[in-house]
């Protein structure tokens, strides 16, 4: 008998299968071991030696792997293709030859990118060692982020009481959230004006100009600064005549995108669909690791993180029999189309991600995969294809238009476009919005005709701030720093979320008070640390010990010496100057300027003394300098004479309206555990968690009525009379009956589920016993 390790069950399932009975496929449930949590784990001094521990889950599946070691021939490793999946096998080598059970058995490791028969028994085909050199980049990378956050963490909960910790990657990605708040903060917005003309031609067909140029010059995008001036550049056209300068008709070529990689479906996923990051990989997992489809068990994508575009090329001919088959020949480029990927360091091994099996339509599917499948599924399908099919076809025309008014000219330019032929977009257009106006034509138009003006509209505007990172645009910008990897950009942002440094507001990502703390404290004390050059820099140097270029341990020295030697010079940092220092630079958004002028540092209460950063039990605030004989306090970042009225940066209550029922205000919040609704006050006041669903990413009145309803009353079972009811627990959304839980697939279905619907599930479920899921 052969034993194959593999990471999931539903992996050892399928596997299993297309194995036969000559094999034993079992789920390692991903690591089995990790640096134990607590000093000592990795020893500098030591050349860092490194100490694992096992915790009790992963104890039981080790002594099953060891159990059915013993009884095999040899073992082979068929954990998943990347740095993570070759330290799984590491680890599991490494235990088992600690208990001297593999001893002259045979140890193998094969790689699959896809979960398919095929794929499987090819892998089979074409054993390997485990690669040394990706491990060791796991290790470098294990023992950088431990040193890392278990050398600063301490510093912070000493010199910073109430923050939680600091990461490698995970403090950079912070600062990129709190910077661009600040630049919001600082933001001055500016007036300006636009021009725009809407004339007919000889045949009285309308269209629109724009103001381009005035006097010979070239305006700016917010050239006009006032009424006045735009007032008169009004005036100056209503008497003006106009004629067609030049028209010019271009075709301009658009191209299909590349298939995925791990960050562009996470970014893609985030804009199309509203998923978060890890929402996406976990459904993509799903996906990767195989879907009952009735008759079989199958992958149906390939392995889901990547940074490779490449395509097959058996994969690239099948997609090409299907764009021709589907949508015709004339969709179909002369030669296929190749991609590569711009990184040095990308595993072109690996391949992008793309369905197994491009004959598994997506709307054959929908039956059989749950809504948030179908969607990722289709999303995947349609970028695959439409990375293979021929470049859509755009006329563009561009009209510019002459104006004379007495000794004064000025141009103005009339543009449109038209798709002359789709191409890809006939299947990627319904997930990508156009430019604005791109897909209008415009009207008839002849060097020298002259033309009439109908009307000359003055609209002001002001320039509006950066807009705030999402989790799609904060990943490209991650990416394009080269920090970090897509692998880990999605487990990145859960953390910042769970250390509630960040919530997620309308999808756009918001840093709290706590967050703009530990940015500041670490920009001041440990900034060459959360610098993006540093950062990218190291993580260049980590991917060339994964190709064998470094030697790890260097990598580790490097750092460590220079790190350790700035952490022992914070040693006698007081924590009087870290409050100064923190005062002066986070003074705009502790001490925002008062509406009245008055100084902002001010103590309002006794009008004597400074207000200043204090550090109590649960964290920082802002009192009084003059304490004890004044003890004026407010909490950190509220700066607002009404209490009520503030937004998510502030860690404020948020009230959304009145209970009809108990005339209890309802309010929306956040806590440690992140945001949820609260009706009422004190220990006695009803309390929800908001659920990771798009449709919930704007809490309203109405949405926090149902959370706050939950657990909610489905009906009464048929058979016993007793009571069914749906919640949101610890283990997600359930039904309970009699003491029994079963789960639901997804959380909108606690508001929505009929009483058959539950008897049915009750049924097919074995249920948990009562006391196992909190609700």
């Given amino acids: ?250 075709l301009r070529k658009r191209n299909p995108y590349p298939p995925f990689t791990t960050s562009t479906l996470q970014q893609e996923a985030s804009k199309i669909l509203g998923f978060s990051a890890s929402r996406t990989m976990h459904i993509a997992q799903k996906l990767y690791e195989g879907i009952d489809l009735g008759n079989e068990s199958v992958g149906l994508i390939t392995y889901m993180r990547t940074d490779s575009v490449r395509i097959v090329p058996e994969s690239i001919n099948e997609i090409r029999k299907i764009i021709s088959e589907l949508f015709g020949t004339m969709y179909l480029p002369e030669k296929a189309r190749l991609y590569s990927s711009k990184s040095k360091y990308t595993q072109e091994s690996h391949e992008a991600i793309r369905p197994t099996s491009l004959d598994r339509i997506p709307k054959e599917l929908a039956s059989i995969l749950d809504d948030d499948q179908a969607k990722l599924y289709e999303l995947i399908w349609n970028r695959t294809v439409s990375s293979q099919m021929a470049s859509a076809k755009i006329e563009q025309t561009r009209a510019e238009i002459k104006a004379i008014s007495n000794r004064r000219v000025a141009s103005l330019r009339a543009v449109g476009s038209v798709i002359q032929f789709n191409g890809f977009l006939c299947l990627y257009n319904d997930f990508l919005k156009l430019e604005k106006n791109s897909d209008k034509p415009l009207v008839p138009l002849i060097k020298g005709e002259k033309i009439s003006l109908e009307k000359i509209e003055a609209t002001q505007h002001f320039t509006e701030s950066p807009a705030r990172y999402s989790e799609s645009t904060l990943i490209r910008k991650l990416e394009e720093l080269g920090i970090g990897r897509p692998s880990t950009y999605a487990s990145t942002l859960v953390t910042l979320r769970e250390r509630e440094y960040i919530i997620a507001d309308k999808r756009k990502l918001v840093p709290q008070t706590k967050g703009r703390l530990v940015t500041s404290f670490l920009e001041s004390f440990f900034k060459r640390y959360v610098g993006y050059s540093f950062t990218a820099e190291l993580e260049e140097r980590l991917d060339k010990i994964s190709t064998g270029a470094l030697e790890w341990k260097d990598v580790l020295r490097d750092f460590w010496q220079d790190f350790s030697n700035h952490v022992y010079e914070t040693k006698d940092l007081r924590i009087t100057e870290v409050l100064d220092t923190l005062n002066e630079t986070l003074a ?91 009706r009422g006050e004190g220990k006695q006041a009803k309390r929800s968690r908001i659920p990771q669903l798009s449709s919930f990413s704007e809490i309203d009145f109405e949405k926090a009525l149902c959370l706050l309803d939950l657990p909610r009353l489905v009906g009464k079972h048929p058979k016993t009379g007793k009571d069914i009811i749906t919640g949101l627990g610890r283990y997600g959304p359930f039904i309970l009956h009699e003491g029994k839980y079963a789960s639901l697939e997804k959380e909108d279905e606690v508001f929505t589920i009929d009483l058959n619907h539950a008897v049915i599930i009750l049924a097919e479920s074995k249920g948990r016993v009562k006391g196992k899921m909190k609700s």
Wanted: with cysteine; net charge positive; glycine share 6%.
């Fill in 1 to 250: 008998m052969k034993l194959v390790v593999v990471e999931s069950p539903t992996k050892a399932k399928t596997i299993n299968k297309y194995l036969g009975s000559g094999y034993k496929v079992i789920a390692s449930y991903g690591h089995v071991r990790d640096l134990s949590a607590k000093a000592g784990s990795v020893l500098p001094e030591e050349d860092f030696s490194m100490s694992w521990t096992v915790d009790k889950k992963s104890k039981s599946r080790l002594t099953d792997i060891t159990t059915l070691a013993k009884k095999a021939d040899s073992l082979i490793l068929a954990t998943d293709p990347d740095r993570e999946g070759e330290a799984i096998s590491w680890h599991v080598v490494q235990v088992l030859n600690e208990k001297k059970i593999l001893k002259d058995k045979t140890v193998e490791r094969v790689v699959f990118n896809a979960i398919t028969k095929r794929s499987v028994l090819e892998a089979m085909e074409r054993p390997r060692q485990v690669n040394k050199p990706l491990v060791n980049a796991y290790l470098a990378r294990r023992a950088l982020d431990y040193l890392f956050g278990f050398t600063l963490s301490p510093i912070l909960w000493h010199k910073l009481p109430g923050s939680r910790s600091a990461g490698r990657v995970q403090s950079v990605a912070l600062r990129l959230i709190c910077e661009r708040e600040e630049e919001r903060e600082s933001f001055q917005p500016e007036e300006y004006w636009s021009i725009l003309g809407k004339f007919k031609n000889s045949n009285q067909d309308l269209f629109d100009a724009h103001l381009v140029n005035l006097n010979g010059e070239k305006l700016q995008p917010i050239g006009i600064k006032s009424e006045e001036q735009a007032r008169d550049i009004k005036d100056m056209l209503i008497s003006a005549h106009f004629k067609i300068q030049s028209v010019e008709a271009r």
């Fill in 588 to 678: 705009p958004f502790i001490f925002p300027q008062k509406k009245d002028g008055s100084a902002p540092r001010i103590c309002p209460t006794c009008t004597k003394g400074q207000l200043s950063l204090k550090i109590g039990k649960f964290g920082a605030f802002i009192g009084c300098s003059t304490y004890p004989d004044c003890k004026f306090t407010r909490q950190l970042g509220l700066g607002s004479e009404n209490p009520e009225q503030t937004d998510l940066a502030s860690n404020r209550l948020k009230v959304l309206g009145l209970d009809p029922t108990t005339k209890e205000k309802i309010t929306f919040r956040t806590g440690r555990y992140g945001p949820y609704v609260q």
